[in-house]
């Protein structure tokens, strides 16, 4: 059974997409509008994380955010709640490319600083899943500093 788009744009003379779509969170979608609600809703989770850094430093939220060379020569920006998972996280990545990963910088606030740089390097970062961003001279000077955010 094909499904169709039932996207439909806030202006009201607009129609349904349209476009072959498939099935997400109880509505089908095509490939465009799929990804632009997943966009919506990462936009959702992060603004919270974003506004509690405005008002608190790094040091006030738990765990770590930490910025992971990869064997392709992208780095991935991610968090964990403890030095023991975040070890674990980076043999698991080795594993899974194959090859080693190298982190690059680890600095307190867990999610909430994640979601700081996710958001403050957001211009470098590469289609598809894995939290993954273009390394570049942005990133390089922000981890050769002593800055935390």
């Known amino acids: 059974?094909?499904?169709t788009c039932s996207w439909i744009n806030d202006k009201s003379d607009e129609v349904a997409c349209g476009l072959e779509g498939n099935f997400y969170n109880h509505q089908a979608l095509?490939?465009?509008?799929?990804?632009?609600?997943k966009d919506r809703v990462e936009n959702l989770k992060r603004s919270a994380a974003l506004q509690s850094a405005k008002i608190h430093g790094y040091d006030k939220f738990p765990g770590f955010c930490y910025f992971a060379l990869l064997p392709d020569g992208c780095v991935k920006i991610g968090y964990s709640n403890t030095?023991?998972?975040?070890?674990?996280r980076i043999k698991v990545l080795s594993r899974e490319y194959k090859a080693?990963?190298?982190?690059?910088?680890?600095?307190?606030?867990?999610f909430i600083a994640e979601?700081?740089?996710h958001d403050r390097f957001k211009h470098l970062r590469l289609?598809?899943?894995?939290?993954?961003?273009?390394?570049?001279?942005?990133?390089a000077e922000f981890v050769a500093s002593d800055d935390l955010e």
Do not use: W
């Open 83 to 88: 030095i023991d998972l975040l070890n674990n």
């Open 127 to 139: 289609p598809g899943n894995g939290e993954r961003f273009q390394y570049g001279p942005d990133i």
């Open 100 to 110: 080693p990963v190298v982190p690059l910088k680890i600095i307190s606030g867990g």
């Open 30 to 37: 095509c490939e465009a509008h799929l990804q632009d609600t």
């Open 1 to 3: 059974m094909s499904l």
């Open 115 to 117: 979601a700081v740089m």
